[in-house]
């Protein structure tokens, strides 16, 4: 048995290092050699119109439109959502915004995240043996190391930068995030802002490029700029124009944003790795105009009608620009129908790496390789419910920047409709209905629904269709499923399943565990399988003993393998699993929050001990309150939460107050929640409807035996916005 760790062969035989080693290239896709490596450099609110090669003629991008001039320049490519987190969270999962994880920006609530159903193109391309890494702006929540929605358990063994949406907004920020570790970053000792991130981030990416110069490796690329505000440490290029403050910082921040480019062109040459590098270059939706930034100054949707927020053409349609030398046309013109959920089947195909089958995309590679022509979308679908209103965005939908919105593309006709309100579900007659002719009409200005009903009513129909609530994923990979909390000494089972969710059947599919020093384990009936059909998967448990002397309370790690071969290649898949042991149960009467949790999972930062106060840390605001009446002992969440104490049977009642404390329903009386109390896996109490205006309910729960005490709370209305509330004066009685 090895000293370190144990391997155990979750079928009949294990892999072995030759079985393992990466197969020459399929004749589809690649050119014959090595596999490319790929930069996917996404920008932030840049406009069709931004770019020289688009027409810009105010604001210098040199670079870019060399990186144009060398490669293929796409002229109908659209970004999946007129706003950042869903249009970034559709390119990365390849799904339109009626399927994907995260379909709108947050309300003022939780962030919008992916989780562990979600497989991004990092996922499928380090099956293949890419390295990977995601620098820049991740823009998904919550910013907390360790959770599903973190890069690095969502395909990228490398990230540095901004994790959640809000943070991407500072441009000069006292923290980015290096894989796990929040780092600090120094201010200036003369008194400015501090370090600029952009420069850290294109430090990092030149840096992660030389160093993988020897292996097939993927970076997505993600700077925050042109993104308001329209911060930049130099802005002298356009100190000598007309124009605003805001006008001139961003014009400079779309130069800063060529800059990079040119220095990730020069980085793969210096990496001698030029010729084996797709790059492409895209933007996750149309210009924006806050913070008194003027898009119509530098025409910067082109000849489109629509900005940031809008469902019409300069709201969705993006630059794309695709440069591989040697293999891309150079100085060519792509006017294929072309949206960024195409990126995810484009990069496996072109890594022979296996694509879900229950995507949206479609793959480029046969015209990116020159191939031939790449299969065509029936139709594109886009979605639109944002809090967000700014002047010329609202004009251009009449006033219905409020509302929910929906649009649809197929062939030359788009249409766009606006709900009454927020409400998705209305019946099909109460919304406005418009449908442009794009052929003859790419700047929407003429709507002809009324003189074509029967594609009106066909596109109706499209839209409705488009939306799935919510959109279950096939497995993908391997997944582990492990219990939360184990003993010392006592046995648990674990499983690991690796699913086949391609279309193609898969042979020798094997699954292997890693568990930690000194655990005992062994596999469960294993059961043995020479292929896995599209759709089949290899299902294998294991049980597991932690050593009964030694084991301190701690989280340990339990790691999956899966591997099989797809087409000629193998593949490898990996999982994590994380089981804690428990700390000592309470011997004496103690308020919850002076015991250490087994895990606390909170919609909106941390679980805050003792004090009720928003967002803030815990430990700086005033102690909790309802209706005047303070409270010196408590826990404070944000729906949804839910904290977990392990009692060991020793308790016997738990009481508290809980409800949406007085600092919440200073700041509306919005919040509608509920509040529940399980004990091994029962539930012993619920709240019912708790508002502000409600005021608080009393609990007091006989938890007599419970080993496991769970602390849960839910929305209960439409919006989890000031959705805070508060278990106030959360005691255990002992013995």
């Not at 490029?209 to 970076?219: C, G, Q, S, T, V």
């Not at 040459?269 to 996750?284: I, K, N, P, Q, Y």
């Amino acid at each position: 048995m090895p000293s370190r760790r144990q391997f155990l062969a979750g079928s009949a035989v294990a892999l072995g290092a030759a079985a393992l080693s990466a197969a020459p290239a399929a004749a589809a896709g690649p050119p014959p050699g090595r596999r490319p490596n790929i930069v996917v450099l996404l920008a932030d609110d840049l406009g069709y119109g931004d770019l020289g090669a688009y027409g810009q003629r105010l604001v210098r991008t040199p670079r870019l439109d060399r990186i144009a001039a060398e490669g293929t320049r796409f002229t109908q490519a659209y970004a999946a959502a007129a706003v950042c987190a869903p249009s970034r969270a559709s390119l990365l999962t390849g799904l339109h915004g009626g399927h994907a994880p995260v379909r709108e920006n947050p309300f003022g609530g939780p962030q919008g995240s992916l989780g562990d159903d979600d497989t991004t193109f990092a996922e499928v391309l380090r099956s293949r043996g890419y390295r990977t890494a995601c620098i820049g702006k991740w823009g998904f929540g919550p910013e907390e190391p360790d959770q599903a929605s973190h890069p690095n358990r969502r395909g990228f063994e490398e990230f540095y930068g901004y994790l959640t949406h809000g943070h991407a907004h500072q441009y000069f920020p006292d923290h980015l995030w290096h894989n796990g570790e929040r780092v600090a970053l120094p201010e200036n000792a003369d008194g400015g802002k501090g370090v600029y991130a952009v420069d850290l981030i294109e430090q990092r990416a030149e840096a992660f490029i030389a160093e993988h110069a020897d292996e097939p490796f993927l970076l997505y690329l993600t700077p925050n700029i042109p993104h308001a505000p329209s911060d930049i440490p130099d802005a002298e290029a356009y100190a000598d124009r007309p124009w605003s403050t805001a006008d001139k910082g961003h014009a400079a921040q779309i130069t800063r944003l060529d800059t990079l480019a040119g220095s990730v062109v020069d980085a793969l040459r210096r990496a001698g790795v030029d010729r084996h590098t797709l790059l492409l270059v895209t933007s996750d939706n149309g210009p924006h105009e806050e913070g008194g930034v003027n898009p119509d100054l530098f025409d910067a949707n082109g000849p489109l009608k629509g900005y940031k927020r809008n469902l019409y053409e300069g709201g969705v349609r993006v630059p794309l620009l695709a440069r591989w030398p040697g293999t891309v046309a150079a100085g060519a013109t792509e006017d294929r129908i072309t949206p960024s959920t195409d990126v995810l089947p484009t990069l496996a195909e072109l890594a022979g790496a296996p694509a879900p089958r229950d995507i949206d995309g479609l793959s480029l590679a046969p015209l990116l390789v020159g191939e031939g022509a790449a299969p065509a979308h029936d139709h594109l679908y886009w979605y639109r419910n944002d809090p967000g209103s700014t002047a010329r965005a609202k004009a251009a939908d009449k006033g219905r920047i409020d509302t929910l919105a929906e649009a649809v593309r197929r062939d030359r006709w788009k249409a766009v409709r606006f709900a009454p309100a927020r409400d998705r579900s209305v019946p099909d007659e109460q919304w406005q209905f418009e449908l442009y002719d794009l052929a003859t009409d790419p700047g929407e200005t003429t709507d002809v629904h009324a003189a074509h009903p029967g594609l009106t009513e066909q596109l109706t129909a499209l839209l409705r269709d488009a939306w799935t609530e919510p959109y279950a994923r096939e497995g993908y990979g391997v997944r582990l499923t492990t219990p939360e909390l184990v003993f010392p000494g006592e046995a648990f089972t674990v499983t690991a399943v690796l699913t086949n969710a391609t279309a193609q059947p898969w042979t020798r599919p094997r699954v292997r565990l890693t568990a930690p020093d000194g655990w005992q384990a062994g596999p469960v009936a294993p059961e043995p399988a020479e292929d896995l059909a599209p759709g089949a998967a290899l299902r294998t448990t294991w049980r597991i003993t932690p050593p009964a002397d030694g084991t301190p309370a701690a989280a340990w790690t339990l790691r999956a393998e899966g591997s099989a071969v797809h087409g000629h290649h193998h593949v490898r898949f990996d999982a994590w699993g994380t089981v804690a042991t428990p700390p000592p149960p309470p011997t004496a009467d103690a308020y919850l929050s002076d015991l250490p949790w087994l895990s606390a999972a909170n919609g909106w930062g941390p679980v805050e001990r003792d004090t009720s106060n928003g967002k803030k840390a815990a430990g700086d605001g005033t102690p909790i309150s309802f209706g005047g009446v303070t409270y010196a002992k408590g826990l404070g969440v944000h729906a949804p939460s839910e904290i977990v104490y392990h009692l060991g049977g020793n308790a016997s009642r738990f009481t508290s107050v809980v409800g949406i404390d007085d600092f919440s329903a200073r700041q509306s009386a919005a919040g509608g929640t509920s509040a529940e109390v399980w004990g091994d896996g029962v539930r012993l109490y619920d709240s019912g409807l708790l508002t502000a205006a409600g005021g608080p309910r009393p609990v007091d729960v006989d938890v007599t035996g419970v080993r496991l005490l769970r602390l849960v709370v839910r929305n209960a209305n439409s919006s989890t916005s000031y959705d805070h509330t508060s278990w106030a004066a959360a005691h255990l009685r002992v013995g």
